[in-house]
């Protein structure tokens, strides 16, 4: 039996659906955690797009009320795509699946302090830009002998390993927040409503600006439309929660 989630209008619809998409484009078998509180005014999403190793996270707004108890439950990225009526407002959570080993696994809920430093969203798209065209560059001079999976792979980690402007954040994590939507131009929409809030930004329609985010042995660079979230290198096991899926 699936279970109706109301979304606060047809905007949020959309832009969960986006992201569904953009999930699935990556790994068609994608799954994605679910959690809300009984009774909450928003959805916490979680994905993991492969080969970018970060935890993407999409927070949607709920109608009142929210789910009439707790909400947590992995399924599948597809099957909620599926789901997602854009004109009305609804989804409809599927069946719960398996979660892969990432899904028992998420970043705390609180106790995360901004780290100084970091560029603004320009600015990073343009270093994502840059990476690519010097990862092509680097591609197209390989000589055909060279010209192997394994190079390319080691041009690429090299590159996006590289950490952001003095900061511990690597450039693979900005490149996961564009790749996934996540560092576009804020929109003005009428009436002032903005993008619904990442997890821990400002109310709706007053979205906080990006920043980097540090608790325990996790990164978060956190942006109106959604966050992205990885284990800071030497940073252990840090504080987990490790809740069943």
Same mark, same amino acid.
């Given at each position: ?110 106790? *995360? ?90 109310p709706a329609g007053a979205p906080e ?8 042995? *996790? ?27």
């Amino acid at each position: 039996m699936t279970l109706p989630l109301h979304l606060a209008d047809s905007g949020e619809a959309a832009d969960l659906a986006a992201f569904l998409g953009r999930l699935v484009h990556y790994d068609r078998a994608a799954a994605v955690r679910l959690q809300a509180q009984a009774g909450g005014a928003a959805l916490a999403v979680f994905g993991r797009p492969p080969s970018f190793e970060v935890l993407a996270i999409r927070t949607a707004r709920l109608a009142e009320p929210g789910p009439g108890a707790p909400l947590d439950v992995t399924v599948s990225a597809g099957e909620l795509l599926e789901s997602v009526d854009e004109a009305a407002g609804t989804a409809a959570v599927p069946a719960a699946v398996t979660g892969p080993p990432w899904a028992g696994v998420l970043p705390p809920r609180g106790g *995360w302090q901004q780290v100084a430093g970091l560029p603004g969203a320009e600015a990073m798209r343009a270093a994502v830009g840059a990476a690519v065209a010097e990862f092509r560059a680097r591609d197209e001079a390989l000589p055909a002998d060279r010209r192997t999976r394994a190079e390319r792979d080691r041009i690429g980690r090299e590159i996006w390993s590289r950490t952001v402007a003095g900061t511990e954040l690597p450039l693979r994590a900005v490149h996961a927040a564009q790749s996934l939507g996540f560092l576009r131009p804020v929109r003005a929409l009428a009436g002032g409503a903005g993008p619904a809030a990442a997890p821990g930004s400002g109310p709706a329609g007053a979205p906080e600006p990006v920043a980097l985010l540090a608790a325990g042995g *996790w990164l978060r660079l956190r942006t109106p439309y959604g966050s992205v979230a990885l284990r800071r290198p030497g940073g252990g096991l840090g504080a987990l929660q490790v809740r069943p899926v």
